[in-house]
């Protein structure tokens, strides 16, 4: 597998009337890495994922996916060449059964991939069964989404994300309102299946268990800018990062 990274992001910049929410973030993702993006409340994380997913034009700086500058494209645009992303609201229909659910992405999918060469037979239902196997739902394909554990929703999630054959997956919170082991959980399922397709993940999370648990490297956000950047146990011993976090302002604010 290539090093060059997946994502590479030179000066990203976006302000809000006086506010500097993103000030000249430097990061890139590498295939199969997971990088966790980490800060105080209001440190820009959103906003840095709002631009990447094409849902804000940056004022600043570029955005390059897999050598192609894709700054300030439309976000149908950016998912098309290959930027999954799961939200915060969980984007299942509730009244479809759980395969349903993935045989609809697949068909998204196929449609923008394949356009009418696709087979349409069985709409992708063995597709399916294999994508929800994969993240461990593979019991659970005939049941309503409605019904689901919060947690297996997220799984079902992730096999839809997974559906459009993701170089980049982008993860604003996505363990947002769950229970700590299923935080773990769904996280190192993330990575598992990451590092086996070579996708470039990039997360917040406020759970340090995850980040540090999880993450191959973590960069650290603090009012609009990078202030640290390294593996779990560099991050873990920066005494800038510890200050921002304890909130003491021995970091030179
Ligand atoms: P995080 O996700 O790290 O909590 P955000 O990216 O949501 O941070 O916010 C960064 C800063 O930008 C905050 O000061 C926030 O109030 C501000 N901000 C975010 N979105 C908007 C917006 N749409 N309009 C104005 N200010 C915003
Ligand atoms: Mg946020």
């Known amino acids: 597998m290539s090093g060059a990274p997946v994502l590479e992001v030179r000066g990203l910049s976006k ?5 500097a929410a993103v000030d000249g ?3 890139a993702v590498a ?19 709002n631009m990447l997913n094409g849902q804000l034009k940056p004022d600043g700086g570029t955005v390059t996916l897999l050598g192609r500058d894709v700054t300030g494209l439309p976000p149908r645009a950016i998912w098309q060449l290959g930027v999954g992303r799961t939200f915060q609201i969980t984007a ?6 759980v395969r349903e659910n993935v045989q609809m992405a697949l068909i998204s999918h196929h449609r923008r991939a394949f356009s009418i060469f696709s087979p349409a037979t069985a ?13 461990d739902m593979g019991g659970q394909a005939d049941r309503i989404c409605g019904v689901l554990a919060y947690g297996d929703l997220k799984r079902v999630e992730l096999a839809m994300a997974l559906a459009n054959d993701p170089k ?14 299923e935080r773990t959980d769904l996280m190192a ?65």
């Open 15 to 19: 302000r809000f009337g006086g506010v």
């Open 25 to 27: 973030v430097d990061l």
């Open 31 to 49: 295939p199969g890495e997971l990088l966790a993006l980490i800060g105080p409340n209001g440190a820009g994380k959103s906003t840095c994922f």
């Open 92 to 97: 299942t229909f509730g009244s479809m059964s």
């Open 123 to 135: 709409l992708h239902r063995d597709r399916a069964e294999a994508l929800l196997t994969q993240v």
């Open 168 to 181: 980049l997956l982008l993860m604003d919170e996505p363990t947002a309102g769950m229970a700590p082991r």
């Open 189 to 253: 399922l993330t990575a598992r299946l990451a590092r086996q397709r070579g996708i470039a993940v990039l997360f917040t999370e406020h759970d340090m268990d995850v980040v540090f648990g999880q993450a191959d490297r973590v960069v650290v956000l603090d009012h609009g800018k990078l202030i640290a950047g390294g593996s779990p146990a560099e991050i873990r011993a920066d005494a800038r990062v510890q200050a921002v976090y304890l909130g003491t302002g021995a970091a030179g604010a």
